[in-house]
């Protein structure tokens, strides 16, 4: 049984600007593996330092590209969960919404999001690991990874690899989205990685009502007004349907 506390709904029926950040646990319900999850999450089985850096690609590039080739046939797979149609659908509620993810997987755009503020980049897309100029197309030969086709560099997934700054316009946008939001939402995240996890603590200073929905606890937990426990695909669209609803008794009570 689910519980959404009536004072969030009705602070969420009456709010005009909305910010959500979602991590990997939003995608998990579709099976995309998380990283932090002790036993599934990738960063259990893998090692990050080896396959999401800049180093380790530079030591290693055939291994890098192949790993971030498997990452994509998983995701290339798999389809959105209610989840994501749950925060697809809050745009029509709040006049001001903002989505930032920390996902490379799209699965917010496929399942209708638009305007997604990708902090971490996107799996789908390639850059040049000289020039750092994304490349659409490249001749097919058998080079791993392939050659850019302007300078014969390597290409490389345009994800941000730890170490690396995250693209500048989509910081800027993503904090200006935390600090002038009535309601904060954190999905799915461990609330770990900076400067995501900075989100929520801008959004509280400039005075949101900060909402948590995740499995577990996360450093984000003691400061936030509202700690939802339980899996994003349930408790989402049990939040939309509940604002929904309070949106359209108020109308009624208003005529
Ligand atoms: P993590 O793997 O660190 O955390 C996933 C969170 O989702 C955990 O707190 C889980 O408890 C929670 N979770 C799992 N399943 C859930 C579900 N069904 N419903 C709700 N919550 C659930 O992933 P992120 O916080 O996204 O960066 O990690 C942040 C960044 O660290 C990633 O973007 C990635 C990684 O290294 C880069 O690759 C640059």
């Known amino acids: 049984m ?5 004072s969030l709904i009705t602070r969420l029926a009456e709010a005009k600007t909305v910010t959500v950040l979602t991590g990997a646990g939003i995608s998990a319900e ?19 330092h080896q396959l999401a850096t800049a180093e380790g690609f530079a030591s290693n590039p055939k291994l890098v590209w192949e790993w971030y080739e498997w990452r994509r ?14 925060l697809a659908e809050m745009e029509r509620l709040f006049p001001k919404y903002s989505l930032i993810t920390q996902n490379v997987d799209a699965l917010h755009e496929r399942s209708g999001s638009k305007d997604v503020i990708e902090l971490h980049g996107n799996i789908h897309r390639n850059k040049c690991f000289v020039e750092g100029i ?7 030969d058998d080079s ?21 700054s995250l693209p500048l316009a989509a910081l800027a946008h993503a904090e200006l989205s935390a600090m002038t939001c009535e309601v904060f939402l954190s999905v799915g995240t461990s609330s770990q990685v900076h400067p995501a996890a900075g989100l929520a603590d801008a959004a509280k200073a400039a005075g949101a009502v900060i909402v948590e929905i995740n499995l577990e606890k996360t ?6 007004d509202y700690s939802l426990r339980g899996k ?17 008794e108020r109308k009624t009570g208003s005529e």
């Open 30 to 48: 579709s099976g995309v593996p998380t990283f932090r999850d002790a036993q599934s999450g990738l960063w259990a089985r893998y090692d990050p």
């Open 232 to 248: 994003a695909g349930e408790l989402l669209p049990a939040l939309v349907t509940a604002i929904g609803s309070q949106s359209a």
């Open 73 to 86: 046939q998983i995701i290339s797979k798999v389809r959105p969960n209610p989840g994501h149609v749950a």
């Open 144 to 164: 791993v990874p392939p050659r850019c086709p302007r300078c014969s560099g390597w290409l490389r997934p345009d994800v941000v690899w730890f170490g690396e």
């Open 134 to 140: 994304v490349i659409d197309s490249w001749p097919s």
């Open 219 to 224: 450093p984000l937990t003691k400061t936030a």
């Open 2 to 6: 689910l519980t959404i506390p009536d």
